[in-house]
């Protein structure tokens, strides 16, 4: 109750004054306003932005600089066996080479003749290249670079999924708009049908009617109260699916309450939106489509992993190379003659493992590009179909339209008629009933023909 309450109170002081006023208009627009703003998977939708760039972080700090220290020392019966402390600087650059500067101090009884330094330590600085696997691409660079790739892809995922959630909303507020137009139709059949019988009653009274005509018009006027039950019945499902859709700042659901009712005319809403995006739709560009954008991330991203498996084809090689002094205060104590050098080489025989995963790679690529191929041929296929279908929805309505004015014009003849005492209940009951059909007809074609628009909304992508 409270939440009916509140969204009540906030439509109302959102809407335009109106002191005769008893229904407070929810438009369409303030609906997708509240949908875009506050609902839970717009949220979730928005967090896809976040979680990329956290991604990206993540990656990033492959290439922090590192500080390595290696610490040993073993005391045996009061002697000290040794004393080995070995620290590193790394910072490792793009290319997979990776600069290094280091310190060494070690003492001990017991010492490793190869690990004596001088007193004061022996102090490091060079470089680490690989040659083989590893110089052109490798894990860490292979990481930066689909995090990369995953900031657009999440973005492209972002507008699908928003896109999504605005066609379910506008759908979900078009079948209440359809279910509320249907209620007040039935509603006003009603009445005039309700009218009518107390007229015919005064008439029977009065000796200028059959007592009979009575029972037929009794038969209608029970019919139209079944008819609007199950109209309100329609209106308040349809009113639930709705407050689905709405939820506060704090993500608690919202209700929609009973004295708010849908703009007079959901449609005229759509096709003024569709008009300024008329240049969009009559150029529609395919790749610029939030869907191709998401594929053709996902295949950069299989290529990158796939560059990163042919690597793997490569030998392992790598070089280290330092200089080596014991006083790093004075640059002239490095010379050539004093240095580490270091060769490490790996590489299987048979390369099985290596192979088969540079295959596999390469068949997902394969299998992600008939994907993208068959999807931008759908799209474009499904673009041409949902603009026909929203011209052809557009005139069936105009022709509907006409069907219904004259439909009219017809009944008040009848009623005219009826009046003179020229006509009957049956053709009067005959003439109201093909009357309410086309208006029944008319309301649907309302509604498939905002249905087509919200469809080519969502085919093409477009920013509602």
């Known amino acids: 109750m409270q939440k009916s309450i509140f969204i009540l ?32 998977i717009a949220a979730q939708a928005n967090l896809k932005i976040d979680e990329a760039q956290a991604n990206l972080l993540k990656a990033r700090g492959g290439f922090d600089p ?7 020392r073993k005391d045996f019966k009061d002697t000290e066996y040794y004393d080995l402390l070995y620290g590193t600087f790394k910072i490792p650059t793009w290319y997979g080479i990776e600069l290094q500067a280091g310190y060494e101090l070690n003492d001990g009884s017991f010492l490793n003749p190869q690990n004596v330094v001088p007193e004061d330590g022996l102090y490091s600085a060079g470089i680490s290249i690989p040659i083989g696997q ?16 995953f900031t657009d892809l999440n973005e492209a995922e972002r507008e699908l999924q928003i896109n999504e959630l605005l066609f379910g909303a506008v759908v979900t507020y078009m079948d209440w708009y359809r279910a509320h137009l249907e209620y007040s139709l039935y509603r006003e059949f009603l009445e005039n049908a309700d009218l009518r019988l107390r007229n015919l009653k005064r008439q029977i009274e009065e000796g200028d009617k059959a007592p009979i005509d009575s029972i037929e018009l009794g038969i209608t006027v029970q019919n139209r109260r079944i008819n609007l039950r199950e109209a309100e019945l329609d209106l308040l499902k349809a009113r639930l699916q709705l407050s689905n859709y709405l939820w506060d700042e704090a993500y608690i659901p919202l209700e929609v309450a009973e004295g708010i009712i849908p703009e007079n005319n959901a449609t005229a809403t759509l096709d ?13 560009q395919v790749d610029e489509h939030p869907k191709i954008r998401s594929m053709r991330a996902k295949i950069e991203t299989l290529e990158v992993d796939r560059r990163l498996k042919a690597e793997m084809l490569k030998p392992e090689l790598n070089l280290n190379y330092n200089f080596i002094t014991s006083d790093a205060r004075r640059v002239n104590t490095i010379n050539t003659g004093d240095y580490k050098f270091g060769l490490e080489f790996s ?3 048979f390369l099985r493992k290596e192979r088969g995963a540079l295959q596999l790679s390469k068949f997902k690529i394969q ?41 009219q014009s017809l009944l008040q003849a009848e009623e005219r008629k009826f ?18 059909q086309a208006r029944l007809k008319q309301i649907e074609l309302e509604y498939k023909l905002a249905t087509a628009q919200a469809e080519l909304i969502r085919t093409l992508a477009l920013d509602l």
Do not use: W
Request: aromatic residues 12%.
């Open 9 to 40: 109170l906030f439509l109302l002081f959102s809407a335009p004054a109106c002191a005769q006023q008893t229904d407070s208009i929810f438009d369409l627009n303030e609906f997708l306003g509240f949908v875009k703003k506050n609902h839970p």
């Open 66 to 72: 590192k500080i390595d220290v290696d610490y040993n």
């Open 134 to 149: 590893g110089l052109f691409i490798n894990e860490r660079m292979a990481t930066l670079r689909q995090a990369k790739i």
């Open 272 to 284: 003024a939106f569709l008009l300024t995006q008329n240049d969009t739709i009559s150029n529609f």
């Open 347 to 349: 590489f299987p025989l």
């Open 367 to 407: 299998d992600a590009s008939l994907e993208f191929d068959r999807e931008m041929l759908a799209l474009r296929n499904k673009a041409t179909v949902a603009v026909s279908q929203v011209e052809n929805y557009k005139a069936q309505r105009d022709q509907v339209s006409r069907v219904t004015t004259d439909y």
């Open 419 to 436: 009046s003179f005492g020229e006509s009957s209940v049956f053709l009067l009951n005959t003439r109201e009933r093909n009357l309410l």
